[in-house]
């Protein structure tokens, strides 16, 4: 660099210079995209349609005066208060998220370094960046020299020598020297807060759940109005019933059309998973992702801090051989560790090698030799050395760098042992000059292989996801043929076939070699996001796996995220589940709990939607019919609390590790129909017979078909509950019995009639006659559809 520059850059700005700037707009000002407000997640979640709908039936009722009417309301205040409280979670850990940790930054300011917050600085600026400061804006480097970590945002974890001239990206670190940097981004241009942008911007929940709910919502929602229209009109206009009767009757109708305890129930069975999984070291930052993780069938894993632990390891020591030995190979290995040891502990600056080296030696007996003079590790030599108080001098670093010429000597051998590990070789030499050079010729005498350290528990946990039929597929930012060492040594499927990313040119080379290999290497951040689209455009149900800033893009765009504790806090902020213990092993309890969670929920959800099919059905059977409307709202919440809303909660939190078969809607639909036909049909049998044959009166018949209705759902509960347990045979005594107790002590209140004789022979009758037909019409749908499952698999 000239002297001119090193002038300009030890004077930075002047305060003029600044006050420009500042007037152009050019400060480093966070402009990152902004989560919704506390007020409007309240706002969303109050005003929906669901609610809307809700709150309409909730002031018809209130305008006939029975407030007892109204109780299907507290379910839906319920609902609202969870939905708040889950987002307003949510906001707060993404509102966290950023890649720049630091606050202040040293700058050069009219001749004098000062400190200066980083939303002061300012485009053109001069800032002194040391050993060990975060970058805080993209900038150039002016004058000096430093190596730089940006393993943060690249994922790759060696330092790169940066000279005058060299871009230096935001959210780096500096490892060693000190440079003067001129900043040359400022706010949301700067690489770092492109990043959190990204990351930050709101994401919708992918959920098959959550999608078949909305969905029965707008059907619902859709045709309830018109049918409660023509059917208030038949009861008030032309049935000749009295005003707030039709209206109680109209609403009853709609109510029971609304699956409003499903979506509480929902919520709740995922809200006692994420307990569950906090127990065993996991944090669930979005409720559905338990479903999402629970279909995945593809992973993506990033190498780093989930296969391995983040750390390196001595993975052995050997002595050299063939013509390069001039001594036993005991002899050899003795004075290799001897000089191991030393260059280790000697290192006042350790790097990850040095670290492995000391952790190797850390249970050795005696003391290391004392150092005199250590040779750091430079990027330009590719080695180290040590001289130690006895005279002796050892260099530790590259072979081909160390022996220079001599490198024939050994390359047969260090092509044998470096398939296993990074390689380096250690040399025995007469001294080092002035400047730090080799003096004389090298001795070889042994190698020390240098490896990631391998999660104990990663070929376990991958050999369960290949098990489960998920196809596993290594992502990375490291050297692909090092990224495929690990991944066949921990059993990932055809890991020995590896693709450099940086050669995958057009998104037709991405789509071809995603199809075929499972091993990427030299994977960019952005190329990670692409990955994970290519993967879900091809139909796939993507989960991610990441610790660093470079997986944010990818953790943010996959259906489910999974980030490391002790990773960066942007991936941790970004991911839907973290791993308290930074164990990949724990994913298999979050896939068994999602099991748990979305099989019981198929089969709970059942009970809901069949209140919602025999509501339609009967509120267009009665439209037509000349008979009124036979149940009132606080009949419908009698018969939803015990035959609905109690065993669904009890069925939904029992252990479930059956593997997910079918779509969620489909497998709901099929345990409905049977009993919404058989209920539509007993309240048929119910009107024509009470009214013609035995000349019952409308709350009689009213009665019978709450009795009906309430027995069909007490065979539904059966079904699900087989094979029995002593947990679900107790069920079944509380639905009978709450049903039974609440018509005998509480009739005035659930407008139950007193049973007369007929009444009871009428009852006995269609009770045992739908009960049959029910368990052979559910036996048969659900034959059918567990072949068409078996034929679409």
Known sequence: MNDAAEEEAALGLTSEEVQMRIAAGEVNVDAGVKTRSVGQIVHDNICTLFNLVNAVLALIVLFTGSCKNMLFMVVIVCNTVIGIVQEVRSKRITDKLSIIAGTKSHTLRDSAEVELPLDQLVRDDVVVLRRGDQVPADA????????VNESLLTGEGDLIRKQPGDALMSGSFINSGMVYARVVHVGAENYAAKISAEAKERKAVRSEIMRCLNGIIKFVSCIMFPLGAL?????????????NSAILSTVSALVGMIPEGLILLTSTVLAVSVVRLSKSQVLVQQLYCIETLARVDVLCLDKTGTITTGDMEVAWVHPVEGMAAQDAPEVLERETRRALRAIACGDD????????????????????????RMIPFSSDKKWSGVQLSDGSCYAMGAA?????????????????LAA???????ARVQGFDELGNIQGVPRPLGFVGIRDQIRSTAAETIAYFKDQGVRVLVISGDDPRTVSGIAEKVGVEGAERFV??????TDADVDIALASDSVFGRVRPEQKKQFVLALQKAGHTVAMTGDGVNDTLALKAADCSVAMASGSDAARNVAQLVLVDNDFASMPKVV???RRSINNLQRSASLFLVKTLLSIAAAMLFIAAPWQYPFQPIQMTLISAFTIGIPSFVLALEPNRERIQGRFLGNVIVRSIPGAICSVCCILVANIA??????????QVSTLCVLLTSWIGCNLVIRLSMPFTAIRAALLVVVVGGTACACLLMPSVFCIAPLTPGMWLLYGIVATISAVAFHALYLKLEALHAARIRRAE
């Open 400 to 416: 081909q760098f160390v022996l220079g010429n001599a490198y024939e000597q050994v390359r047969l051998q260090v092509e044998q």
């Open 500 to 505: 450099d990313a940086s050669t995958l040119e």
């Open 140 to 147: 150039q480097i002016v004058s000096g020299e430093c190596r």
């Open 690 to 699: 009470g009214y013609y044959l035995m000349g019952l009166d409308y709350e």
């Open 592 to 594: 068994a709990e999602g």
């Open 231 to 243: 059917l208030f009109a038949r009861d008030y206009f032309w049935g000749n019933s009295e005003l």
């Open 420 to 426: 296993d590990a990074r390689l380096l070789l250690i």
């Open 349 to 372: 600056d350790p790097n990850e090698t040095s670290r492995a080296i000391a952790s190797y030696f850390k249970d050795a007996e005696g003391r290391p030799e004392t150092c005199v």
